[in-house]
């Protein structure tokens, strides 16, 4: 069970559109490999956005993302394109570049996004923040399946490292690092299943509408 996997079926059950903006840094990370580019080298990834087109059609339940004219959904959802994302998604200019971008797609309101600054940095004003954590190992043990499930093979211990070599590198950014929103209602998810989170989730948002 994935953060993804409770925001999509929400945003289904509320007949809300769904952004994930994680997608984004995906694909700014996809643009980067693609082209050669070094993950590292800041200066030529701002020249790289400054001539890429990045759009998401954000229906219920489910977003496709293209980078100009392709559609990159599927492409994105690997482990060097994470890797990459990772790295990038640290950089100023990466950030600076995206946050229009999200803020446009949740600008017209009913709608879920999800992502790992939202509540603190793209929608400080949203109605409703929620911040779900998990331990590492169930959370890896997770992200494994949904890496089976679209047939990509991964030893867990990779996968479980590459997870907590993220979430520090997150939380330790300089710009919009990983945190809860002050006002954000957090849940561990480590012993819920999907529907004990969704149902969780729903009643918080009941009681706000």
């Not at 990834?45 to 339940?61: E, F, V, Y």
């Not at 492409?75 to 446009?104: G, K, M, N, Y």
Request: proline share 4%; glycine share 4%; charged share 25%.
């Amino acid at each position: 069970m994935g953060k993804s996997t409770v925001a999509r079926q929400v945003a289904t059950r509320l007949g809300y559109h769904y952004v994930d903006t994680g997608s984004l840094y995906r694909a700014v990370a996809w643009n980067v490999a693609r082209s050669g580019t070094s993950p590292t080298d800041h200066m030529a990834i701002a020249k790289l956005l400054a001539s890429t087109r990045i759009t998401m059609s954000p229906d219920p339940g489910s977003s496709r993302i293209r980078v100009d004219d392709r559609d990159v959904t599927q492409d994105i959802r690997t482990a060097e394109v994470s890797q990459i994302a990772s790295v990038v998604s640290a950089i100023p200019a990466v950030r600076e570049w995206l946050l229009p971008v999200q803020r446009a797609m949740g600008s017209e309101g009913h709608v879920v996004v999800e992502g790992r600054d939202i509540g603190t940095c793209v929608f400080p004003a949203a109605s409703v923040k929620f911040f779900l954590d998990a331990d590492s190992e169930v959370r890896a043990a997770r992200r494994q399946r949904e890496l089976v499930t679209a047939g990509v093979s991964v030893p867990l211990d990779c996968t479980q490292q590459d997870m907590e070599t993220r979430d520090q590198r997150d939380r330790t950014r300089s710009l919009s690092p990983l945190q809860p929103a002050s006002d954000a209602i957090v849940i561990d998810t480590s012993a819920l299943s999907v529907d004990e989170v969704i149902e969780k989730l729903m009643t918080v948002i009941s009681s706000k509408q």
